[in-house]
């Protein structure tokens, strides 16, 4: 018989209401605020399900506090309207060195991949899965979708030939990439994506969800890596990215996509022209700083470090498979026996840890969890927690003792 | 000739400034905090540029300070994802009484509107002249826009007759109406809706912009007016509403539009979904608190009765016309010689009051202002402003003192 997780009626009371919350938060896994008033008595100590960089919120917090809080400027964020796209489009490409006319500033990368796949997809799109949801969610009725399976086998990396061959028998118009990709971890280098973009040269809109790309490396130094450049030289390619979950900033919704002038104009035309917030436009003007952006640096590349260290330290619980990940979250696949929603259960239960259940993902067959990486020390308590629930059994007892159980010895 | 207003070099400067910016802040005022960035000493007092109930903006936050801020939690709000559309709309329809499933959230009003303009607008769009200008502005390329002109001899009041003798005439598929209606601060009752529902039937969609309807009133006790529950009735209506204005919070960016359950899962499906943030989400929280609307209800009908004030105060400048308005702001129209950006340039250079110059509204003919109502103490500084710089001039001297000048008598 395979090992279990045994519930007591409280998880299980609590197993039904995240079955019941999930159902109705659509296709993201429901919220931190919607769980604490569902069920109050969980003692929440750790959202591993959501993927954020926590040194970034820090960082933010701080300057916050110190230039707006502190001066009594909170109430002018929130009062006054805040500046259109094309504004803050000028600050951006100062930051990003990039023209600020390839720019589109959206209310988060959701809005992006929305407004590009609404805009500009026209029959056809061809997703990998397992993949980020909205990605296919986004398509209008009339779109058809098409899925490209990555394959556990190959550790979900994507097989470039193969990919191409099944590009140039489906002919999509519009394709979906995700790089890092969410939830599988899987890293194209940028050698591979340049080889990929000459090789899809020929479909109209190419999509690169860059949204996990501050946490990718190539190099000892975790120089920054990205192809938002190549949107000059590719005027198929659109680029998308969030800026949630690398600056910690979920809660603001600030995104962006990069992609040929005409496409912005036509964007920004149709309406797509004051998507920001109080808060979006303080944290865009904020990036227009060289100090925030040095501390910004620092703690990226912390956070990538911790990372790798966290997703290795999992790799030393038998139990599980752990996937190797670019991003700063890791796919676990769990062991026969177990469910994901009975783990998340006693993880929330028990230890007020919170992470992703990966039974709505298309594409994913068995059991799976995504771990997001938090700080150091919450780490740690993760790792504990996993340690303590996949704990090897205590070695069985050998055949003879069990047949000739041990009798204490009366005394002489 | 006509009076005039003589810009210093300072003046002039800081006029041209403000036209650049306009050009870059495409069809909306520049915001504070460019204008800000750009002309550093300015030294700004009042936005009266941009329409809000500066009460409410304390309502929420002195709600914020003591529910959020004083117990830590400004972090989450900013840190994690807000909850999903499907999920505020429950929140918000047990506020207003309406069904979730007629509720459509968004990131503003604006947003609203141009999902609703995309998604459901097949050909023809007409909407009445002056107008909130997304509201032809969100047109997708292919939609033919017709214009229907408030006449100004009638205080740009909606001719009833008139109006859907032009609606049976041009056959439009989509209709916009803004009701009370902005900048011009005209009002249709609801008795005056009720008939153009009935007789808008054949219209496949009406939309009616009621983002300034806490504002209106048709009795003494300024009881709520609003045409949302209509949407039981006529399946053809929607109704759009920012909540920017009257709860002061231009800022967070919160609107929503209400409609058929069709169309709501329709947008759903469109990808429409998840366009709140963290200040959001807190604040249709906050909307639910029986106590919360109880304040706001006692601002809101404050608000009304200090912009009803201010606006007879203005009457009284005699250079002025001032329009009626349901509003919290009141459109004025300047005398010959002023043109709106010189008297924009000096309020905001002499007294640093911001005001909406008018020149980009269409269908308005001559020099107009719009002002916002602001706090009563504000209201104030701008009455006092706006009456010294169309003070009467100075009694002209009668011809005989100019002939023969008084010479001071020389003691005897």
Redesign the interface.
């Known amino acids: 018989m395979p090992p279990q997780l045994h519930l007591s009626p409280w998880e299980q009371g609590l197993s039904d209401q995240i079955k019941e919350l999930k159902i ?5 896994s429901p ?4 769980l604490r008033q569902a069920a109050p008595d969980i003692i929440f100590k750790i ?1 591993a399900c ?1 993927l ?1 960089n ?1 040194y970034a ?1 820090d960082l ?2 701080s300057n ?1 506090e110190r230039e707006v809080i502190a001066r009594g400027g ?11 796209n ?2 803050i489009a000028e600050q951006l490409g100062q930051t990003l060195n990039l023209r600020p006319e390839n720019l589109f500033i959206a ?2 990368a ?2 992006a ?2 407004s590009v ?2 805009n500009f997809a026209k029959k056809k799109i061809l997703v990998n899965l397992p993949a980020f949801s ?1 990605h296919y ?2 398509a ?2 009339g779109h058809e979708m098409v899925f490209y399976y990555l394959d556990k086998k190959n550790n979900f990396e994507l097989d470039l030939e193969d990919y191409l061959g099944f590009v140039r028998k489906e002919k999509p118009d519009t394709i979906i990439l995700t790089n890092p990709n969410n939830p599988t971890g899987n890293y194209l280098r940028l050698a591979q994506m340049e080889y990929l973009l000459e090789a899809l040269k020929e479909v109209e809109t190419v999509v690169v969800d860059e949204s996990f790309i501050h946490f990718a490396f190539e190099d000892p130094l975790y120089l920054p890596v990205s192809i938002a450049k190549l949107t000059e030289s590719y005027p198929n390619l659109v680029v998308i990215k969030s800026m ?1 979950k690398d600056f ?6 600030a995104g962006y996509g990069v992609m040929s002038e005409g496409r912005v104009k036509a964007l920004l ?7 920001s ?5 303080y944290f865009f ?1 904020l990036c227009t700083q060289p100090k925030f952006w040095e501390e910004y640096e620092a703690i990226r590349k912390k956070h990538i470090i911790e990372t790798q260290k966290f997703i290795s330290q999992l790799k030393q619980i038998p139990m599980l498979r752990v996937y190797p990940s670019f991003g700063n979250f890791v796919l676990v696949e769990l062991p026969d026996g177990y469910t994901a929603r009975s783990v998340t259960t006693v993880m929330l239960g028990r230890y007020g840890i919170y992470v992703r259940d990966c039974t709505d993902k298309k594409g994913l067959q068995g059991e799976y969890l995504r771990i997001g990486s938090r700080s150091k020390k919450e780490n740690d308590q993760i790792i504990k927690a996993f340690s303590q629930i996949f704990a090897p059994p205590a070695a069985a007892k050998p055949l003879w003792e069990k047949l000739f159980p041990k009798v204490p010895r009366r005394r002489p």
């Open positions: 109705k938060s659509g296709s993201h919220s931190v605020s919607m959202d959501f954020s926590p919120t933010f917090m916050l909170l109430r002018a964020l929130l009062e006054f309207y805040p500046a259109q094309s504004t209310n988060g959701t809005e991949i929305q796949v609404h909205p969610e986004f209008k009725t949630s910690g900033i979920a809660g603001i919704r035309a149709n309406g797509y022209l004051w998507n917030n109080g808060f979006s436009e003007r």
